[in-house]
């Protein structure tokens, strides 16, 4: 999917939190949304704790808009990329996320597509918020592939974010860091 990170920036600018990247930003994440992206909180007690927090009165509607302002599209031909890539090899998502970027990916898929989830392309997904841990911590990695039964150094890990890759790397892994405007479509697995 498409994530570009600004447009949420701009969007909660917008509602009046001038400095929205102090709570989140691609290689950061406030306690709050750790929270969230871990499902120790759910969205109803994010969006309260939000508002109390910025200090401003904006609704939920509004909260939720702007936090998936940074959800875009699934080009289709990375679609068809990962058809071909788990024609060869075991793969699996892991994605820092949460209940409310989850719903509207399952949707915009569903829209976009025509097919009932995107999960099918994978072995296995692993989501932060059910999961309960994110990257970038080794723990979270480690227990992937403990629960997954796959050996660090065979295991070769993704991700657009350098912190997220580092910490893959300090669990044994192999890894590759997407720095845009380099794409999977990129890569020659």
């Known amino acids: ?35 969230l992206e871990t499902g120790k909180i759910d969205p109803e007690y994010f ?25 875009g599209s699934f080009p289709s031909e990375r679609l068809v990329w990962l058809e071909g890539v788990k024609k060869r090899y075991n793969i699996y998502l892991y994605s820092n996320t949460n209940q409310i970027h989850y719903d509207c990916i399952m949707e915009t898929f569903r829209k976009e597509n025509g097919l009932p989830d995107f999960n099918q392309y994978f072995i296995k997904t692993y989501y932060s918020h059910l ?47 997407l720095a845009p405007p380099v794409t999977v479509l990129d890569l020659d697995l």
Not at 50 to 71: D, H, P
Not at 151 to 175: C, R, S
């Open 131 to 177: 999961f309960g841990l994110r990257k970038p911590y080794v723990s979270s990695y480690l227990k992937l592939l403990e629960d997954e039964h796959l050996t660090a150094d065979e295991t070769l890990f993704i991700d657009d974010t350098l912190k997220n890759t580092e910490g893959a790397a300090e669990a044994g892994m192999q890894v590759i860091c």
């Open 47 to 71: 969006y309260g704790a939000f508002r109390r927090t910025a200090k401003m009165e904006v609704s939920n509607a509004e909260i939720k808009g702007a936090w998936n302002a940074m959800l």
């Open 1 to 35: 999917m498409n994530i570009d990170y600004k447009r949420t920036e701009r969007a909660f600018i917008e509602l009046g939190v001038t400095d929205f990247t102090s709570f989140f930003k691609q290689d950061y994440s406030s306690h709050l949304f750790e929270d």
